[in-house]
């Protein structure tokens, strides 16, 4: 399970954990907020992975934290190949312990951003990850995209439902203590409880 600290991939670790043994993988790259990767290490305990391992790319850069004019016109939380790389981490570790399945908690509303979570580009690794590994073909790997056909408040309604603790997931762009509710991941999380009609734990910018 490809786990971050946000709410898409905790409510994928949710909605898959009690038909499989999950373990996740998280990943703290150049500029991360240490408070996403403290959400993620907490769902994690809070599902009851059997392992939870941290994978450190320092040199991995988001668009905001690149000089702009090399990757003008991305948003600031794009980084380039970004799923390419996670992936293929992934892979790694799912032949090391033999696992058939990656799961990654993508939503319909990010193939409007980001071109790497498209259908086609997960159908194209999946066939190159199978070719590099003899044991992922044997296993016949695939990989598993549950909230593919989901917008982020169909997302929300679901967590609701499957009991994610929402309350421990970051969506803050920034690194603080607490949500700062100015910035567009804030924003987004804002828009997304209201439309869903979930009440944010968190309480919004309005606490």
């Known amino acids: ?12 670790l949710y909605l898959t ?13 150049h500029g991360i907020a240490e408070s996403e990767l403290r959400s993620a290490r907490a769902i994690g305990i809070r599902a009851e992975v059997v392992d939870h391992r941290i994978v450190r790319l320092p040199d991995l850069k988001e668009a905001g934290d ?13 980084i380039p190949l970004r799923n390419s790389i996670f992936y293929s981490m992934a892979a790694s570790y799912a032949e ?25 580009f997960f ?12 044991v992922l073909r044997r296993n016949r790997l695939r990989i598993v995209r549950p909230l593919s056909r ?13 009991g994610v603790p929402l309350e421990l997931t970051w969506s803050c762009h920034r690194d603080l203590q607490e949500h700062c509710w100015r910035c567009d991941g804030c924003l987004s999380r804002e828009r997304a409880f209201k439309v869903a009609g979930v009440r944010d734990p968190l ?3 309005n606490t």
């Open 1 to 12: 399970m490809l786990l971050s600290g946000g709410i898409d991939s905790a409510t994928a």
């Open 17 to 29: 954990r009690k038909a499989n043994k999950a373990r996740a993988l998280s990943f703290q790259f």
């Open 66 to 78: 690149i000089p702009r004019f090399r990757l003008r016109g991305r948003p600031p939380s794009y």
């Open 96 to 120: 090391e312990i033999e696992a058939n399945s990656i799961v990654g908690g993508h939503n319909r509303d990010d193939e409007k951003v980001f071109a790497d979570v498209s259908p086609r």
């Open 123 to 134: 159908s194209t690794l999946q066939s190159a990850l199978r070719s590099a590994s003899p």
């Open 150 to 162: 989901l917008t982020k408040p169909e997302v929300i309604k679901l967590a609701s439902a499957l």
């Open 203 to 205: 309480g919004g910018g």
